[in-house]
T-cell receptor, first 117, second 117 residues
Framework: AQSVAQPEDQVNVAEGNPLTVKCTYSVSGNPYLFWYVQYPNRGLQFLLKYITGDNLVKGSYGFEAEFNKSQTSFHLKKPSALVSDSALYFCAVRAMNYGGSQGNLIFGKGTKLSVKP | EPEVTQTPSHQVTQMGQEVILRCVPISNHLYFYWYRQILGQKVEFLVSFYNNEISEKSEIFDDQFSVERPDGSNFTLKIRSTKLEDSAMYFC???????????????FGQGTRLTVV
């Protein structure tokens, strides 16, 4: 079965320190991987995606993610966290459908990032 | 920045009643989606809609659910006879192309919190 796992419910980081939010996936074939962020009372905002190419993907707000095929991981990273990065982060993978239809997204349960000053 | 808007932000309804959740996708987008998130659980795919018809639906999207694009701007989700377990945050999303294709991922609305009592 295709799935996404975010093993941490919450990640706490001091401002200025690097952050990592973990994500592993299980999918048939080559994955399309995404990170979304949800700020309070806002919708899910697209951060970045991996389709093919360089394993290190750069996205919005200074975030990046590294695709690791052997570990089936797609961890989200930022070299220096800001208090304003505090939000809920969702990893997602596009389901691969047979017959050519556009696959839907399968989301992880989300990780709450808390950045303290 | 263009955004997907959803109304209402919060809806309370009695069990057995019909509800309609409304969404205005981004104007030049062609693909539309509904997802839901039961409190404390994962974001789950419900349905995708393209070219005025459902292109994909999950097993959650049973006969009590329906979607419609009644005019050129709105995209609605109707739940015919609500159950307690329908209580969740419902997210509408739209994208220029199918999920994963194109420059960005799908754009999500801020959600409608549905409470069935």
């Amino acid at each position: 079965a295709q799935s996404v796992a975010q093993p941490e419910d919450q990640v706490n980081v001091a401002e200025g320190n690097p952050l990592t939010v973990k994500c592993t996936y299980s999918v048939s074939g080559n994955p399309y991987l995404f990170w979304y962020v949800q700020y309070p009372n806002r919708g899910l905002q697209f951060l970045l995606k991996y389709i093919t190419g360089d394993n290190l993907v750069k996205g919005s707000y200074g975030f990046e993610a590294e695709f690791n095929k052997s570990q089936t991981s797609f961890h989200l990273k930022k070299p220096s966290a800001l208090v304003s990065d505090s939000a809920l982060y969702f990893c997602a993978v596009r389901a691969m459908n047979y017959g050519g239809s556009q696959g839907n997204l399968i989301f992880g349960k989300g990780t709450k990032l808390s950045v303290k000053p | 920045e263009p955004e997907v808007t959803q109304t209402p932000s919060h809806q309370v309804t009695q069990m057995g009643q019909e509800v309609i959740l409304r969404c205005v996708p981004i104007s030049n987008h062609l693909y539309f989606y509904w997802y839901r998130q039961i409190l404390g659980q994962k974001v789950e795919f419900l349905v995708s809609f393209y070219n005025n018809e459902i292109s994909e639906k999950s097993e959650i999207f049973d006969d009590q659910f329906s979607v419609e694009r009644p005019d050129g701007s709105n995209f609605t989700l109707k739940i015919r006879s609500t159950k307690l377990e329908d209580s969740a945050m419902y997210f509408c999303a739209s994208s220029e192309t199918g999920q994963g294709v194109g420059r960005t991922g799908a754009f999500f609305g801020q959600g409608t919190r549905l409470t069935v009592v």
